[in-house]
């Protein structure tokens, strides 16, 4: 995009005209302000509200023998939200189950599939994850009497933003018995090449997992295809599935079979489980994986958001919000040039994810700034401002104003009124 053909309000209401998803923007409750941060906390539709009030009514109406009974039995729902969810990542709906949290799933997994043996000890992960991946990784190695900082090896970024995949598949040796990736690199937006590094990790003997809690909803995968061996993600972003909501995780169907590294009541066999024997029957698919009872008013609000990907198809919610963070990226381009921005996510297509991350020494107080003119960013430690136009129920327009605003604050140096402290919860 050029200085001299900047993009109109007329340019993004053609393409809000021409979206084939408009329509699920009335699915969703609208906040006053132009919401930007679905990366973080994806909004409230209309059927989530729904389905929490069909859970309610079902304990209402059923008591406990909700478990077998109704439209949607509860001992079975984990199970219904899996193969509901299969679609998202390429996998087979007995390969994904509802259950957890990100963090919780990650220590089954690691627990699990981390056994060090002789020299394969040590996990690959990157400098730049998310501190929870890291943190859980850190307490299995100790829970194996190993030293952290000898054992996990954290690959370095070249920029400070971005992670190679050489440097990764480098740090693939005969020492590691574990890789653990983002799919999508939290700050810079980054999405790692997932199909690589699967085939570089089972070249040289090492399993491979990942964090897909920024991909998730936004990026189509096909981690079945490509022989991912487990992955975990959280639902209340992209999938909209509310605050806290339960996580999901996979595990490709080679490892079936393979005993849960932390069981529980809810790994056996769903036949098996009220036996009551002392000695676990597992399931043999992704059900054995959970630890206990699922929670039933959290899982509830997913069931309605599920419906909505299973009409729209996260194909095209991918195609949908790359044309919205390339309409948003040179939009900044033309219009905030020469303010101290820089564009820290990747600019093709099949690098990035569903955010746009900007840099800029001010970003802490321009958030501020941002919020008072009514639009929701996200800050990220040191000098990031995250902007996700979501695919649901974001518009082009929405993104020509929220830079226009940005531009305008810019310009009048509003944001410098604000402390350059950020708060407690960023």
């Not at 941060?37 to 909004?43: A, K, P, Q």
């Not at 981390?114 to 307490?139: C, M, N, W």
């Not at 995250?386 to 009048?412: D, G, H, N």
Request: aromatic share 10%; charged share 25%.
């Amino acid at each position: 995009m050029s200085q001299s053909s900047p993009l109109t309000k007329a340019d993004a209401q053609q393409l809000d005209a021409q979206d084939e998803l408009a329509s699920y923007r009335e699915e969703f409750y609208l906040l006053p302000s132009l919401y930007l941060d679905g990366n973080s906390l994806g909004l409230m539709s209309k059927r989530a509200e729904k389905s929490v009030m069909d859970m309610m009514q079902s304990w209402k109406e059923l008591g406990v023998e909700g478990w077998t009974t109704g439209n949607h039995p509860w001992f079975f729902f984990s199970e219904k939200l899996g193969e509901m969810s299969a679609a998202l990542v390429g996998a087979s709906p007995e390969e994904v189950i509802v259950t957890g949290s990100t963090t919780i799933n990650l220590h089954q997994l690691a627990a699990t599939f981390y056994h060090p043996v002789g020299k394969r000890t040590k996990v690959v992960a990157t400098e730049l994850d998310f501190p929870t991946d890291i943190y859980a990784l850190q307490s299995q190695m100790k829970l194996h009497g190993l030293d952290p900082e000898e054992h996990l090896v954290r690959v370095a970024s070249r920029d400070g933003r971005l992670i190679e995949e050489e440097d990764i598949i480098d740090a693939m040796t005969d020492e590691v018995a574990l890789v653990v990736l983002p799919t999508v690199l939290y700050r810079s937006g980054q999405l790692l090449d997932i199909e690589r590094l699967t085939a570089a990790a089972h070249e040289r003997g090492i399993l491979i997992g990942f964090d897909g809690c920024h991909s998730v909803g936004a990026i189509p995968h096909s981690f079945s295809k490509w022989g991912v061996d487990f992955a975990y993600w959280c639902n209340y972003k992209y999938v909209n599935a509310g605050p806290g909501s339960v996580g999901s995780l996979y595990v490709n169907r080679k490892h079936f079979g393979r005993a849960p590294g932390l069981a529980g009541w809810f790994s056996s066999k769903k036949d098996k489980q009220f036996d009551m024997e002392h000695t676990l029957d597992a399931s043999e698919n992704a059900g054995a994986y959970q630890i206990g009872t699922p929670h039933m008013l959290s899982l509830a609000p997913l069931f309605g958001s599920l419906e909505m990907f299973q009409e729209a198809s996260v194909e095209k919610l991918r195609t949908k919000s790359l044309g919205l963070t390339r309409f948003m990226m040179d939009l900044i381009e033309v219009e905030l040039a020469d303010m101290g921005f820089t564009i820290a996510n990747p600019q093709q297509d099949d690098r990035r994810g569903g955010h746009v991350s900007l840099e800029h020494d001010e970003a802490i107080r321009i958030c501020k700034a941002l919020k008072e003119a009514g639009i929701i960013p996200d800050f990220r430690a040191p000098n990031i401002i995250r902007l996700a136009p979501v695919a649901f129920y974001t518009t082009y327009t929405e993104v020509w104003e929220s830079v226009q605003i940005l531009k305008t604050i810019m310009q009048e140096k509003s944001y410098e009124k604000f402390e350059n402290k950020r708060e407690v919860v960023a």
